[in-house]
């Protein structure tokens, strides 16, 4: 699976390592912030060779040791790989082993495994609509929260989720502002307690906006996942779909014998 955005060449990527010597940001932290973001948003491709830390140090008319520097954190937090004499390149994205068995949040999950997690909201509205209407058993009129939102892992884009949420069972929810966590407000606001959910897991190939999202060049395998949740009076609470990457996701099931 390749990125679908435009490559940069060497001498475009350094044109892109601006310093900024009026701050007081170390020029090594600059360096590291400027090549994540190129890594994030797939300018950088995965297997892409950098410059070494002699040819950069001189273009950028810095110290071989700031580069140094740089390119050693970077290699620490997984995002690029010494390859000896064939120089330094990127990671491919980091595979990420969540477990089955109970109901966490994407940040709760990454939190865990030492990632950090953020989220960016496409859509946040209130909608009517007859399929979701007939998956929680409401009238075809009934109103929803709907959220789609894209979940990330260190800037990376590992899952894209649309939800859907019963005004009727939490009329609360509408005054949400996607500020906080939705199960917290769910607990501490609308005083509903999630007890259980049922997933379902299939593979699936990425959806043209999937495709976009995750840069891909084209249609290529996720994991697509369907949960309802519900509360301890088994009313159905929230339903979801998200289409995992997968080439950076994997789900670890323990099973008794």
């Given at each position: ?21 009026k701050?007081s ?16 948003t797939g ?5 892409l060779?950098l410059p070494?830390?002699r ?35 990127v990671n ?9 068995g109970r109901?966490?949040s ?11 997690p ?7 509205e ?14 075809s ?8 939102r ?5 800037g990376m884009p590992?899952?894209r989720?649309?939800a859907w949420?019963?005004?009727s069972?939490?009329p609360?929810?509408?005054e949400?502002d ?11 606001v ?5 007890s259980?959910?049922e ?6 190939l ?8 995750f840069c891909f060049?084209q249609?290529s ?21 998200s289409?995992?990457r997968?080439?950076?996701?994997v789900y ?6």
């Open positions: 699976m390749k990125d679908r955005r435009q490559k940069l060449t060497v001498r475009e990527m350094i044109d892109r390592l601006s310093i900024d010597d701050t940001e170390p020029y090594y932290k600059q360096l590291i912030r400027h090549i994540e973001h190129l890594i994030g300018e950088i491709g995965h297997g060779g070494s830390e040819d950069l140090a001189e273009a950028l008319n810095l110290s071989r040791t700031t580069i140094k520097r740089c390119y050693d954190e970077l290699r620490q937090a997984g995002l690029l790989n010494a390859n000896g004499r064939g120089g330094t390149s491919n994205p980091p595979a990420v082993g969540a477990r089955l109901l966490k994407f940040a709760e999950e990454m939190q865990e495994m030492g990632m950090t953020s989220t960016r909201l496409e859509s946040h209130i909608v009517s609509d007859r399929t979701i209407a007939s998956i929680f058993q409401r009238p009129n009934a109103s929803f929260l709907r959220l789609v894209v979940r990330m892992a260190d590992m899952t989720e649309v949420y019963d005004l069972a939490a609360k929810l509408a949400w996607a500020s906080s966590s939705i199960y917290h407000f769910l607990q501490e609308c005083k509903i307690k999630l259980s959910a997933q379902s897991m299939e593979a699936m990425s959806s043209e906006v999937e495709t976009e999202t060049e249609s395998p996720c994991l697509f996942l369907k949960r309802s949740t519900y509360s301890k009076e088994n009313k159905l609470i929230e339903y979801v779909e289409a995992f997968g080439d950076a996701y670890r099931v323990k099973l008794d014998v």
